[in-house]
């Protein structure tokens, strides 16, 4: 599997959704990673005032280099999964970045001087049985995309957070990695075609 850090030094990522969609537990996982992997890491989680359904974002910088600010001004992936938060944060995508999109709940400009994909993930956690997973979808999505980290490391990590009374979460959010690390695996073979 080929590093995306032996390309690039600094991956910048703001991930962003309505509360109660798991930007936090996404942002903590690839941080998580990231810190087994060796990297330095910064993040910055940030909530609207409501509990649920306020907008959540996430600023994660990830870097083989020291890191001076958790604050993102210009993004290198955004992970979005609503409109109000596409709306919000899109300006903040560098260009030539990669932008993911829960297409399940976003409709979105025509218009991006960015890598695109439109990810059906709240669609695909419903097929799986529980919508709280398409975070997950994300996840994998991104993980086969940039090949920032192996799957197995995601899973080791996920698995240590889902111990206890959350283990029975864990085969659920397995499969939703591995169907958002198969959608991306299915665009590019039928890209080739």
């Known amino acids: 599997m080929s ?87 899109k300006g903040m995508l560098k260009s030539k970045g990669l932008l993911l999109l829960n297409a399940s709940m976003i409709k979105a400009d025509s218009h991006h001087d960015a890598t695109v994909f439109n990810i059906p993930a709240t669609e695909i956690a419903s097929k799986l049985g529980n919508v709280l997973v398409s975070n997950i979808v994300m996840l994998g999505a991104y993980l086969e995309i940039k090949k920032l980290f192996s799957p197995s490391l995601i899973l080791e990590q996920l698995q240590e957070m889902l111990k206890g009374k959350k283990g029975d979460l864990f085969t659920i959010n397995k499969q939703a990695l591995e169907r958002g690390l198969h959608l991306i695996e299915s665009i590019r073979q039928s890209s080739v075609r």
């Open 3 to 89: 590093n995306y850090f032996s390309t690039q030094m600094t991956e910048r990522i703001v991930l962003a959704g309505f509360g109660g969609q798991g930007m936090m537990l996404l942002g903590k996982l690839l941080a998580q990673a990231a810190m087994t992997d060796g990297k330095k890491v910064t993040y910055f989680p940030s909530y609207g005032t409501e509990v649920r359904g306020g907008t959540a974002v996430y600023h994660l910088v990830i870097s083989n280099d020291e890191i001076f600010s958790p604050i993102i001004e210009e993004a290198d992936t955004l992970i979005i999964m609503n409109q109000p938060s596409y709306q919000k944060f």
